[in-house]
């Protein structure tokens, strides 16, 4: 496998459910990004971790938990979520994301498209 | 409020000719623009950048040019081909952020 793979591609649940995403990069970076892309909408940033540890998180819901285990992993933990939470939940990393470094391209998965009954 | 303005939702070009999509921005601290491609089913693939000390920045058929003053930033691509039907985003970025601030994007058709 080589670049940053997301599963699984599509997930439907309902609103009691519990599930999780997984994402999982290749690339040897320290950084990583869960996206959110709602029909319309710009991407959103929800959530960033840099070498394992939670650096952002952009007022999202509780009902979104993420989990970092080591650098090349990242969940996203979902559970009693809503309609409107359907959308492409999209997964970056890049090499180092912080204020002493320089920019860093972001690169992405293909995505998991959600959709909540 | 919007920081990265993608005013064409869409855009048609014939074969061999010139794309132009556009991008405006508002917040004056990005001083680094990205430009992402992405196809149906995929993730965005990152395409070219440009740091605000420069106006331009070519790389191959890809062209990105900056105008600071004006909050403008606009990618060329040319000769433009089948392959490049795609939706484009725009993104900013300030100094010792981790964020990047995406427009809506741009789907771009090339016509055979």
């Known amino acids: 496998e080589t670049g940053v793979t997301q599963t699984p591609r599509h997930l439907v649940m309902g609103m009691t459910n519990k599930k999780s995403l997984k994402c999982e990069q290749h690339?040897?970076?320290?950084?990583m990004y869960w996206y959110k892309q709602s029909a319309k909408k710009p991407l959103e940033l929800m959530f960033v971790?840099?070498?394992?540890?939670?650096?952002e998180n952009n007022s999202v819901p509780s009902r979104f938990s993420p989990e970092c285990p080591n650098s090349s992993h990242l969940f996203l933990h979902l559970h009693t979520l809503q309609p409107e939470d359907s959308a492409l939940y999209l997964c970056?990393?890049?090499?180092?994301?912080?204020?002493?470094?320089?920019?860093?391209?972001?690169?992405f998965g293909p995505g998991t498209r959600l959709t909540v009954l | 409020d919007q920081q990265v303005k993608q005013n064409s939702p869409s855009l048609s070009v014939q074969e061999g000719r010139i794309s132009i999509l556009n991008c405006d921005y508002t917040?004056?601290?990005?001083?680094?623009f990205l430009w992402y491609k992405k196809y149906p089913a995929e993730g965005p693939t990152f395409l070219i950048s440009?740091?605000?000390?420069?106006d331009k920045n070519e790389d191959g058929r890809f062209t990105v040019f900056l105008n600071k003053s004006a909050k403008h930033l606009s990618l060329h691509i040319v000769p433009s081909q089948p392959g490049d039907s795609a939706v484009y985003f725009c993104?900013?970025?300030?100094?010792?952020?981790?964020?990047?601030?995406f427009g809506k994007g741009t789907k771009l058709s090339v016509i055979p």
């Open positions: 970056a990393s890049s090499r180092l994301a912080g204020p002493q470094e320089e920019y860093n391209e972001q690169f």
């Open positions: 690339l040897g970076h320290n950084a």
């Open positions: 971790y840099n070498f394992k540890e939670q650096t």
């Open positions: 917040n004056s601290m990005f001083d680094y």
């Open positions: 440009i740091s605000s000390i420069k």
């Open positions: 993104a900013g970025s300030g100094a010792g952020s981790y964020q990047l601030t």
